[in-house]
């Protein structure tokens, strides 16, 4: 079955993740739960940070994918820095201690309190969107006395060719500036005691699939980069974002030796300049999965239904983008298929995860579960309907643990007086 691997399979018509049996998690654990590969997650970093090979790089984890704690230790492990974009992301990665002098900030709207924790801790860099978020900086700086570490975020205007809501390069998005607003920006600074600009970025979007929106923008941050050096500006990193697309359904996913190749050979005039890469979906999308149980089957006037305990509350991306992530059953995958439509339990027609998909049709309990679900799942996820969120699990070979307990009842209602 395609979007199994060696870390997700079946043996003997039970699915696995890695050597645990899903049925042996969903006992433990109860179900909806996220359960995530270790050795998948680390396949992954290695893939990118070798394909890379000698090229100066540092791939900074993007948070917003999957914060939890023993996800960033992990990476953190493994040689990756964070991306953040909020105090939150940032505490979340010196907490799983990932170094400030690894850690990029980016984001439109950072507060004066998220500035001057990042000044106070000594990150790599303050990837800075606006001219007012500069002069805000500046005055930060002054009054914790730290000169603030900076790079513009360049607005390159690339179409990343993916979903209008993930898009961020194009013309009218509301992240970075125009490159001719971003030389202002650095010339400006180079008078500036509180201000010393390290590095450049751009982020022009997430899943991109294909190469070429990459080398464009690269293209036109380069660029910028060339003008700034003739002018005795000397620039240490350049930072190209994430987005590195997966295999979400039937799409080609980016071609990372391509990708790799291309980033080695436009680089390779820039010995002094360390590039830094901000994925998140590639490293932690396909390792995780959700497990869920039917709860009910029904037939409609129009389609065979399948109610599962799992919400759009859990998993936001198909009622938010029409994402598609796949649903297979837990055991026996060869059983005979009909066409099925697959809901959650959320009071909403958008709560659908499978729409006229050919799957077996299910014994009441019966385990399934939802793939590609490692990134923007928990971290997106909410507790409407007043659902307490599921659990983590991370599973390691022939061993799992929880990594973040079931939400309580206690939980919805802990803060309200
Ligand atoms: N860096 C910056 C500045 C970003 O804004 C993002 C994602 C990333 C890195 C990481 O992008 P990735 O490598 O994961 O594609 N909730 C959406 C994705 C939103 C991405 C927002 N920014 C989804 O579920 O598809």
Same mark, same amino acid.
């Given at each position: 079955m395609?979007?199994?691997?060696?870390?997700?399979?079946?043996?003997?018509?039970?699915?696995?993740?890695?050597?645990?049996?899903?049925?042996?998690?969903?006992?433990?654990?109860?179900t909806?739960?996220?359960?995530?590969?270790?050795?998948?997650?680390r396949?992954?970093?290695q893939?990118?940070?070798?394909?890379?090979?000698?090229?100066?790089?540092?791939?900074?984890?993007?948070?917003?994918?999957?914060?939890?704690?023993?996800l960033?230790?992990?990476?953190?492990?493994?040689?990756a820095?964070?991306d953040?974009?909020?105090?939150?992301?940032?505490?979340?990665?010196?907490?799983?201690g990932?170094?400030p002098?690894?850690?990029?900030?980016?984001?439109?709207?950072?507060?004066?309190? $998220?500035?001057? /924790?990042?000044?106070?801790?000594?990150? #790599? %860099? +303050?990837?800075? =969107?606006?001219?007012?978020?500069?002069?805000?900086?500046?005055?930060?700086?002054?009054?914790?006395?730290?000169?603030?570490?900076?790079?513009?975020?360049?607005?390159p205007?690339?179409?990343?060719?993916?979903?209008?809501?993930?898009?961020?390069?194009?013309?009218?998005?509301?992240?970075?500036?125009?490159?001719?607003?971003?030389?202002?920006?650095?010339?400006?600074?180079?008078?500036?005691?509180w201000?010393?600009?390290?590095?450049?970025?751009?982020?022009?979007?997430?899943?991109?699939?294909?190469?070429?929106?990459?080398?464009?923008?690269?293209?036109?941050?380069?660029?910028?980069a060339?003008?700034?050096?003739?002018?005795?500006?000397?620039?240490?990193?350049?930072?190209?974002?994430?987005?590195?697309?997966?295999?979400?359904?039937? $799409?080609?996913? /980016?071609?990372?030796?391509?990708?790799? #190749? %291309? +980033?080695?050979? =436009?680089?390779?005039?820039?010995?002094?300049?360390?590039?830094?890469?901000e994925p998140?979906?590639?490293?932690?999308?396909e390792?995780?999965?959700?497990?869920?149980?039917?709860?009910?089957?029904?037939?409609?006037?129009?389609?065979?239904?399948?109610?599962?305990?799992?919400?759009?509350?859990?998993?936001?991306?198909?009622?938010?983008?029409?994402a598609?992530?796949?649903?297979?059953?837990?055991?026996?995958?060869?059983?005979?298929?009909?066409?099925?439509?697959?809901?959650?339990?959320?009071?909403?027609?958008?709560?659908?995860?499978?729409?006229?998909?050919?799957?077996p049709?299910?014994?009441?309990?019966?385990?399934?579960?939802?793939?590609?679900?490692?990134?923007?799942?928990?971290?997106?996820?909410?507790?409407?309907?007043?659902?307490?969120?599921?659990?983590?699990?991370?599973?390691?070979? #022939?061993?799992?643990?929880?990594?973040?307990?079931?939400e309580?009842?206690?939980?919805?209602?802990?803060?309200?007086?």
């Amino acid at each position: 079955m395609a979007h199994l691997n060696d870390c997700l399979s079946y043996r003997t018509g039970r699915l696995y993740v890695e050597s645990v049996a899903a049925e042996r998690i969903a006992r433990e654990a109860g179900t909806p739960t996220y359960v995530y590969s270790a050795r998948l997650i680390r396949e992954k970093f290695q893939e990118l940070d070798s394909a890379l090979g000698n090229l100066p790089h540092l791939i900074c984890y993007a948070l917003k994918a999957n914060p939890n704690r023993s996800l960033c230790r992990l990476l953190a492990k493994e040689g990756a820095g964070a991306d953040v974009v909020s105090g939150g992301e940032l505490r979340q990665a010196i907490d799983a201690g990932i170094r400030p002098g690894k850690i990029v900030f980016a984001g439109v709207g950072k507060t004066e309190d $998220e500035i001057i /924790l990042a000044l106070r801790s000594g990150i #790599r %860099m +303050l990837n800075v =969107e606006s001219q007012e978020e500069l002069e805000a900086v500046t005055r930060l700086a002054k009054r914790v006395k730290r000169p603030a570490l900076f790079a513009v975020r360049v607005n390159p205007g690339v179409d990343a060719g993916t979903h209008r809501h993930v898009a961020t390069g194009l013309p009218d998005s509301k992240f970075g500036v125009v490159p001719a607003e971003a030389l202002r920006m650095y010339r400006q600074a180079r008078t500036n005691p509180w201000l010393k600009a390290v590095g450049i970025h751009c982020h022009i979007g997430s899943q991109i699939t294909r190469v070429q929106p990459y080398q464009q923008a690269l293209d036109s941050v380069l660029k910028l980069a060339s003008k700034l050096r003739s002018e005795g500006q000397h620039l240490k990193y350049l930072d190209l974002g994430g987005g590195l697309g997966i295999c979400h359904d039937q $799409e080609e996913p /980016l071609p990372i030796p391509a990708f790799a #190749r %291309m +980033l080695r050979r =436009e680089l390779a005039a820039w010995p002094g300049l360390e590039l830094v890469l901000e994925p998140g979906r590639f490293l932690v999308a396909e390792a995780g999965i959700i497990l869920t149980r039917v709860l009910y089957r029904k037939r409609t006037s129009r389609a065979h239904l399948v109610i599962v305990d799992v919400g759009m509350n859990d998993l936001l991306r198909p009622a938010l983008y029409g994402a598609k992530h796949p649903v297979i059953p837990g055991h026996s995958p060869q059983r005979p298929k009909i066409r099925l439509n697959v809901a959650g339990p959320v009071c909403e027609s958008a709560d659908m995860f499978a729409r006229g998909e050919k799957l077996p049709w299910p014994k009441p309990r019966e385990l399934w579960a939802i793939l590609k679900a490692g990134a923007y799942a928990f971290s997106m996820s909410s507790q409407y309907n007043s659902r307490p969120r599921p659990p983590e699990v991370l599973v390691e070979g #022939r061993n799992f643990r929880l990594i973040r307990a079931r939400e309580q009842f206690e939980d919805l209602v802990r803060h309200e007086r």
